[in-house]
């Protein structure tokens, strides 16, 4: 059975900094990309970032690109999200979740439980 | 970045009825195309991937078509338990993107 485990969310200030993590387990990690997506309080989904199963390429929309980092530990079946320079419209539901396939563009099949990220003062 | 519009935004319906979303891309995705089911509280789950293809355990009601722009989710016969927010999203090119979702509620 796919799991996906995120943790590291919070409340944090504006400026700040949170570090997301997510521990997959029940397939072969190494062999498939991975993604964090975003779901403000009451919108729709928004894809934040990428990474290809090797961790050689990673991918990020425009709203985060220079502030966040998506990195993977394929020895240790984890996924990251380091989160930096923090807005309040990062505020968001963020779900790591897996794709179907070893490169990112492609469907996400399994998704974890969500962890939120408050930004406010 | 290719821009996903989904209609409607939300659908009245009842048990049994034949539901119908689409969802259209700003540009060619060919196949590229996924659907998801989200209920309140919880994460999403897929349904539909390269555009026709079931995911492991959905069930048959559900059925996806389309390719270039043009795709629709239908549901042969609502039940219950499908009363949700679906989002279509396209996975040709990064950005990954989603349409704005659809509600379909209880009429």
């Known amino acids: 059975e796919v799991q996906l485990l995120e943790s590291g969310g919070g409340l944090v200030q504006p400026g700040g900094s949170l570090r997301l993590s997510c521990a997959a387990s029940?397939?072969?990690?190494?062999?498939?990309?991975m993604s964090w997506v975003r779901q403000a309080p009451g919108k729709g989904l928004e894809w934040v970032s990428g990474?290809?199963?090797?961790?050689?390429?990673?991918y990020y929309a425009d709203s985060v690109k220079g502030r966040f980092t998506i990195s993977r530990d394929n020895s240790r079946n984890t996924l990251y999200l380091q989160m930096n320079s923090l807005r309040a419209e990062d505020t968001a539901v963020y779900y790591c979740?897996?794709?179907?396939?070893?490169?990112?563009?492609?469907?996400?099949?399994?998704w974890g439980q969500g962890t939120l990220v408050t930004v406010t003062s | 970045d290719i821009q996903m519009t989904q209609s409607p935004s939300s659908v009245s319906a009842s048990v049994g009825d034949r539901v119908t979303i689409t969802c259209r891309a700003s540009?060619?995705?060919?196949?590229?195309l996924a659907w998801y089911q989200q209920k309140p509280g919880k994460a999403p789950k897929l349904l539909i991937y390269?555009?026709?293809s079931l995911h492991t355990g959905v069930p048959s009601r559900f059925s996806g078509s389309g390719s270039g722009t043009d795709f629709t989710l239908t549901i042969s016969s609502l039940q219950p338990e499908d009363f949700a927010t679906y989002y279509c999203?396209?996975?040709?090119?990064?950005?990954?993107?989603f349409g704005g979702g659809t509600k379909v509620e209880i009429k």
């Open positions: 979740a897996k794709g179907g396939l070893a490169i990112v563009t492609a469907a996400i099949d399994y």
């Open positions: 029940g397939f072969t990690f190494s062999s498939y990309a």
């Open positions: 990474i290809i199963a090797s961790g050689g390429r990673t």
């Open positions: 540009q060619g995705i060919s196949s590229w």
């Open positions: 390269a555009a026709s």
């Open positions: 999203q396209q996975a040709n090119s990064s950005p990954l993107t």
